[in-house]
Nanobody
């Protein structure tokens, strides 16, 4: 019933920035641990960044120093700030999160948002 929804993707030049958002479509208590993935055409899905319920954060080596994952518990939203974007960052970005509702916790995926880095 409750779904995650990504937004913020688009077309940006190399060196530019985008901020992706991941929020819930329905009423939830919070998003616990969450992970951003990406998948480029013809390539396997890749883990980009993860944040735990205790705000322990990890990144894939290729985005360290450029991307920042964070959460806003008041807005019940997880973000991925992407700076100094490169052509190889072009992909569909997906959010996977453990969504806490009144009656339990569920793992869910969003539908994805396209990020294209091109001059």
């Amino acid at each position: 019933q409750v779904q995650l929804v990504e937004s913020g993707g688009g077309l940006v030049q190399p060196g530019g920035s985008l901020r992706l958002s991941c929020g819930a479509s329905g009423s939830i208590r919070r998003i616990d641990s969450a992970t951003w993935y990406r998948q480029a055409p013809g390539k396997e899905r890749e883990l980009v960044a993860t944040i735990s319920s205790g705000d322990i954060i990890n990144y894939v080596d290729s985005v360290k120093g450029r991307f920042t994952i964070s959460r806003d518990n008041a807005r019940k939203t997880v973000y991925l700030q992407m700076n100094n974007l490169k052509a190889e960052d072009t992909a569909v970005y997906y959010c996977k999160g453990f969504v806490v509702v009144a009656y339990g916790t569920y793992s869910n995926w969003g539908q994805g948002t396209q990020v294209t880095v091109s001059s």
